[in-house]
Protein backbone atom coordinates (compact mmCIF):
# COMPACT_ATOMS: atom_id res chain seq x y z
CA UNK A 1 0.00 0.00 0.00
CA UNK A 2 1.36 3.34 -0.86
CA UNK A 3 2.54 5.65 2.01
CA UNK A 4 0.23 8.52 2.59
CA UNK A 5 1.87 12.13 1.77
CA UNK A 6 1.23 14.57 4.22
CA UNK A 7 -1.00 17.60 3.41
CA UNK A 8 1.90 19.99 3.09
CA UNK A 9 4.08 17.68 0.68
CA UNK A 10 0.58 16.83 -1.37
CA UNK A 11 0.02 20.44 -1.82
CA UNK A 12 3.45 21.48 -3.00
CA UNK A 13 3.43 18.68 -5.37
CA UNK A 14 0.16 19.52 -6.79
CA UNK A 15 1.28 22.93 -7.49
CA UNK A 16 4.67 21.23 -8.87
CA UNK A 17 2.40 19.58 -11.30
CA UNK A 18 0.42 22.32 -12.30
CA UNK A 19 3.89 24.63 -13.10
CA UNK A 20 4.67 21.28 -15.71
CA UNK A 21 1.05 21.49 -16.76
CA UNK A 22 1.06 25.42 -18.28
CA UNK A 23 4.57 24.81 -19.64
CA UNK A 24 3.05 22.12 -21.40
CA UNK A 25 4.14 19.32 -19.98
CA UNK A 26 1.74 16.50 -19.00
CA UNK A 27 4.02 13.46 -18.84
CA UNK A 28 6.02 12.19 -15.62
CA UNK A 29 7.86 10.03 -14.48
CA UNK A 30 6.46 7.39 -11.53
CA UNK A 31 10.14 7.53 -9.19
CA UNK A 32 11.00 9.36 -5.66
CA UNK A 33 10.56 12.90 -6.16
CA UNK A 34 12.95 15.37 -4.57
CA UNK A 35 11.47 17.49 -1.71
CA UNK A 36 13.36 20.53 -2.80
CA UNK A 37 11.96 20.72 -6.31
CA UNK A 38 8.30 20.05 -5.13
CA UNK A 39 8.86 23.47 -2.88
CA UNK A 40 9.79 26.05 -6.04
CA UNK A 41 6.52 27.21 -6.13
CA UNK A 42 7.20 31.02 -4.80
CA UNK A 43 6.46 34.42 -6.87
CA UNK A 44 8.51 37.30 -7.75
CA UNK A 45 7.79 40.81 -7.22
CA UNK A 46 7.14 41.46 -11.65
CA UNK A 47 9.29 43.18 -13.38
CA UNK A 48 8.90 45.64 -16.31
CA UNK A 49 7.93 43.07 -19.14
CA UNK A 50 11.39 43.19 -21.73
CA UNK A 51 10.56 42.87 -24.89
CA UNK A 52 12.51 39.42 -26.33
CA UNK A 53 12.16 37.56 -29.31
CA UNK A 54 15.61 35.74 -29.19
CA UNK A 55 15.66 31.77 -28.87
CA UNK A 56 13.18 28.53 -30.01
CA UNK A 57 10.22 27.30 -27.88
CA UNK A 58 10.68 24.25 -25.91
CA UNK A 59 9.05 20.92 -27.46
CA UNK A 60 6.60 19.57 -25.39
CA UNK A 61 6.18 15.62 -24.44
CA UNK A 62 3.03 14.44 -25.98
CA UNK A 63 -0.44 14.41 -24.51
CA UNK A 64 -1.15 11.93 -21.68
CA UNK A 65 -3.16 11.34 -18.16
CA UNK A 66 -2.70 13.89 -15.98
CA UNK A 67 -1.96 12.78 -12.26
CA UNK A 68 -5.86 12.66 -10.50
CA UNK A 69 -4.80 15.60 -8.27
CA UNK A 70 -5.33 18.02 -10.85
CA UNK A 71 -8.81 17.83 -12.16
CA UNK A 72 -8.93 17.53 -15.96
CA UNK A 73 -10.38 20.01 -17.95
CA UNK A 74 -13.17 19.54 -20.35
CA UNK A 75 -14.24 21.57 -23.00
CA UNK A 76 -18.15 22.96 -23.00
CA UNK A 77 -20.40 20.42 -24.51
CA UNK A 78 -22.65 22.77 -26.43
CA UNK A 79 -20.69 26.62 -26.68
CA UNK A 80 -23.56 29.01 -27.40
CA UNK A 81 -24.27 30.14 -30.90
CA UNK A 82 -22.46 33.53 -31.96
CA UNK A 83 -25.15 36.33 -31.12
CA UNK A 84 -25.68 39.53 -33.95
CA UNK A 85 -22.68 41.97 -34.36
CA UNK A 86 -24.03 45.16 -31.31
CA UNK A 87 -22.45 48.32 -32.67
CA UNK A 88 -20.01 49.55 -30.68
CA UNK A 89 -21.94 52.25 -28.82
CA UNK A 90 -24.59 49.73 -27.39
CA UNK A 91 -21.95 47.14 -26.23
CA UNK A 92 -21.36 48.19 -22.42
CA UNK A 93 -25.67 48.23 -22.07
CA UNK A 94 -25.37 44.72 -23.77
CA UNK A 95 -22.51 43.52 -21.20
CA UNK A 96 -24.39 44.90 -18.45
CA UNK A 97 -27.20 42.93 -19.43
CA UNK A 98 -25.16 39.69 -19.10
CA UNK A 99 -23.60 41.19 -15.80
CA UNK A 100 -27.38 40.99 -14.44
CA UNK A 101 -27.92 38.25 -15.50
CA UNK A 102 -25.74 36.55 -13.91
CA UNK A 103 -26.26 38.20 -10.75
CA UNK A 104 -25.45 37.44 -7.37
CA UNK A 105 -24.36 33.47 -8.40
CA UNK A 106 -24.81 30.49 -6.93
CA UNK A 107 -24.47 28.69 -9.92
CA UNK A 108 -22.03 26.40 -8.89
CA UNK A 109 -19.80 25.51 -5.87
CA UNK A 110 -17.71 28.44 -6.17
CA UNK A 111 -19.85 30.97 -5.09
CA UNK A 112 -19.41 29.70 -1.77
CA UNK A 113 -16.06 30.86 -0.85
CA UNK A 114 -16.08 33.62 -2.98
CA UNK A 115 -15.81 37.81 -2.07
CA UNK A 116 -16.80 39.46 -5.01
CA UNK A 117 -17.61 38.05 -8.23
CA UNK A 118 -15.34 38.83 -11.44
CA UNK A 119 -17.14 39.86 -14.49
CA UNK A 120 -14.52 42.24 -16.42
CA UNK A 121 -12.36 45.16 -16.79
CA UNK A 122 -12.02 47.41 -19.83
CA UNK A 123 -13.18 49.12 -23.16
CA UNK A 124 -16.70 47.32 -24.52
CA UNK A 125 -15.57 48.37 -27.78
CA UNK A 126 -11.82 46.63 -27.76
CA UNK A 127 -10.07 45.17 -30.26
CA UNK A 128 -7.83 43.44 -28.07
CA UNK A 129 -9.40 40.80 -25.33
CA UNK A 130 -7.58 38.33 -22.76
CA UNK A 131 -9.13 35.35 -21.22
CA UNK A 132 -7.32 33.85 -17.98
CA UNK A 133 -8.39 31.42 -15.82
CA UNK A 134 -9.63 32.92 -12.63
CA UNK A 135 -9.37 35.34 -9.80
CA UNK A 136 -6.90 35.01 -7.66
CA UNK A 137 -7.02 36.61 -3.93
CA UNK A 138 -6.40 39.87 -4.74
CA UNK A 139 -8.65 39.71 -7.62
CA UNK A 140 -11.43 38.47 -5.08
CA UNK A 141 -11.14 41.41 -2.91
CA UNK A 142 -11.38 44.02 -5.44
CA UNK A 143 -13.72 42.33 -7.76
CA UNK A 144 -11.72 43.65 -11.10
CA UNK A 145 -9.70 40.92 -13.13
CA UNK A 146 -5.91 40.87 -12.78
CA UNK A 147 -4.84 43.33 -10.16
CA UNK A 148 -2.56 41.20 -8.16
CA UNK A 149 1.33 40.56 -9.41
CA UNK A 150 0.37 38.70 -12.28
CA UNK A 151 -2.02 41.92 -12.93
CA UNK A 152 0.62 43.94 -12.94
CA UNK A 153 3.18 41.74 -15.34
CA UNK A 154 -0.05 41.73 -17.67
CA UNK A 155 0.04 45.48 -17.91
CA UNK A 156 3.80 45.56 -18.25
CA UNK A 157 2.85 43.00 -21.23
CA UNK A 158 0.16 45.60 -22.66
CA UNK A 159 2.42 48.67 -22.69
CA UNK A 160 5.00 46.58 -24.45
CA UNK A 161 2.43 46.24 -27.02
CA UNK A 162 1.83 49.79 -27.13
CA UNK A 163 -1.94 50.07 -25.46
CA UNK A 164 -2.68 50.81 -22.15
CA UNK A 165 -4.87 48.62 -20.11
CA UNK A 166 -8.56 50.70 -20.36
CA UNK A 167 -7.67 50.23 -24.25
CA UNK A 168 -8.31 46.43 -24.11
CA UNK A 169 -10.97 44.06 -22.23
CA UNK A 170 -10.31 41.30 -19.68
CA UNK A 171 -12.62 38.45 -18.61
CA UNK A 172 -12.19 35.27 -17.05
CA UNK A 173 -13.18 31.94 -17.77
CA UNK A 174 -14.71 31.54 -14.05
CA UNK A 175 -15.65 34.75 -12.48
CA UNK A 176 -15.51 33.28 -8.71
CA UNK A 177 -12.15 32.60 -7.18
CA UNK A 178 -11.62 28.99 -6.86
CA UNK A 179 -10.23 27.75 -3.20
CA UNK A 180 -6.56 27.91 -3.11
CA UNK A 181 -6.40 29.11 -6.72
CA UNK A 182 -6.82 25.54 -7.72
CA UNK A 183 -7.76 24.97 -11.84
CA UNK A 184 -11.58 25.47 -12.16
CA UNK A 185 -13.19 22.26 -11.90
CA UNK A 186 -14.71 21.02 -15.91
CA UNK A 187 -18.45 21.70 -13.51
CA UNK A 188 -17.64 24.82 -12.78
CA UNK A 189 -15.66 25.92 -15.96
CA UNK A 190 -18.67 24.05 -17.94
CA UNK A 191 -21.12 26.49 -16.22
CA UNK A 192 -19.48 29.87 -16.41
CA UNK A 193 -18.08 29.72 -19.68
CA UNK A 194 -21.11 30.42 -21.71
CA UNK A 195 -21.21 34.23 -20.34
CA UNK A 196 -17.62 34.11 -21.43
CA UNK A 197 -18.47 33.88 -24.69
CA UNK A 198 -21.79 36.37 -24.70
CA UNK A 199 -18.85 38.77 -23.52
CA UNK A 200 -16.48 37.63 -26.53
CA UNK A 201 -19.78 38.16 -28.83
CA UNK A 202 -20.46 41.48 -27.65
CA UNK A 203 -17.10 43.10 -27.87
CA UNK A 204 -16.51 41.21 -30.50
CA UNK A 205 -12.72 41.78 -30.44
CA UNK A 206 -10.09 41.53 -33.68
CA UNK A 207 -7.88 39.68 -31.62
CA UNK A 208 -8.30 37.58 -28.27
CA UNK A 209 -5.61 36.56 -26.27
CA UNK A 210 -5.88 33.01 -24.29
CA UNK A 211 -3.86 33.63 -21.01
CA UNK A 212 -2.29 29.72 -20.03
CA UNK A 213 -4.37 26.06 -20.47
CA UNK A 214 -6.98 26.34 -19.05
CA UNK A 215 -8.04 29.34 -20.71
CA UNK A 216 -7.04 27.82 -24.11
CA UNK A 217 -9.46 24.68 -23.62
CA UNK A 218 -12.27 26.24 -22.74
CA UNK A 219 -12.08 28.13 -25.65
CA UNK A 220 -11.00 26.39 -28.35
CA UNK A 221 -12.70 23.09 -26.85
CA UNK A 222 -9.75 21.42 -26.84
CA UNK A 223 -7.79 20.01 -24.41
CA UNK A 224 -3.97 19.75 -25.73
CA UNK A 225 -0.72 21.01 -24.26
CA UNK A 226 -0.33 24.53 -24.51
CA UNK A 227 3.20 24.95 -26.70
CA UNK A 228 1.14 22.76 -29.42
CA UNK A 229 -1.56 25.38 -29.34
CA UNK A 230 1.10 28.56 -29.47
CA UNK A 231 3.12 30.51 -32.30
CA UNK A 232 -0.02 30.92 -34.55
CA UNK A 233 -3.77 32.01 -35.46
CA UNK A 234 -6.45 29.97 -34.48
CA UNK A 235 -10.13 30.87 -35.83
CA UNK A 236 -12.77 31.71 -33.32
CA UNK A 237 -16.42 32.87 -33.20
CA UNK A 238 -15.50 35.64 -35.90
CA UNK A 239 -12.57 36.45 -34.09
CA UNK A 240 -8.68 35.44 -34.14
CA UNK A 241 -7.53 33.64 -31.23
CA UNK A 242 -4.31 33.41 -29.87
CA UNK A 243 -2.90 31.51 -27.24
CA UNK A 244 0.19 32.26 -24.85
CA UNK A 245 1.21 31.82 -21.40
CA UNK A 246 -0.41 33.07 -18.27
CA UNK A 247 1.29 35.78 -16.09
CA UNK A 248 1.45 33.90 -13.03
CA UNK A 249 3.50 31.13 -14.94
CA UNK A 250 5.53 33.69 -16.33
CA UNK A 251 6.43 35.50 -12.90
CA UNK A 252 7.22 31.61 -12.08
CA UNK A 253 9.50 31.59 -14.85
CA UNK A 254 11.08 34.39 -16.81
CA UNK A 255 12.82 32.55 -18.81
CA UNK A 256 9.54 32.01 -21.29
CA UNK A 257 8.70 35.65 -21.52
CA UNK A 258 10.83 35.49 -24.83
CA UNK A 259 7.90 33.37 -26.09
CA UNK A 260 4.95 35.11 -24.37
CA UNK A 261 6.84 38.03 -26.43
CA UNK A 262 7.04 35.64 -29.82
CA UNK A 263 2.80 35.83 -29.35
CA UNK A 264 1.97 39.15 -28.13
CA UNK A 265 3.93 39.96 -31.75
CA UNK A 266 1.37 37.60 -33.57
CA UNK A 267 -1.37 39.68 -31.92
CA UNK A 268 0.35 43.13 -32.94
CA UNK A 269 0.98 41.98 -36.09
CA UNK A 270 -2.63 41.24 -36.85
CA UNK A 271 -3.86 44.46 -35.28
CA UNK A 272 -1.44 46.78 -36.91
CA UNK A 273 0.54 47.50 -34.04
CA UNK A 274 3.85 48.72 -33.34
CA UNK A 275 6.10 48.65 -29.78
CA UNK A 276 6.75 52.16 -28.33
CA UNK A 277 9.63 53.72 -29.03
CA UNK A 278 11.90 53.50 -26.30
CA UNK A 279 13.62 56.97 -24.78
Request: glycine fraction near 8%.
Amino acid sequence: MARALDPATRDALVERVRFYRDLGLTEFYRRPVDAALLAEAGTEIPQPFEPQIEGAPSSPSSDSQETPAIPARKPIPFPPQVVTSIEPTDRAAALQLIRDEIGDCTRCALHKGRNKLVFADGDPAARLMFVGEGPGADEDAQGLPFVGRAGQLLNNMIAAMGLKREEVYIAYVVKCRPPGNRTPEPEEANTCSPFLFRQIDVVRPEVLVALGATAATYLLGARQPLAGLRARVHAFRGTKLIVTYHPAFLLRDPRQKKEAWADLQIAMRELGLKPPARG
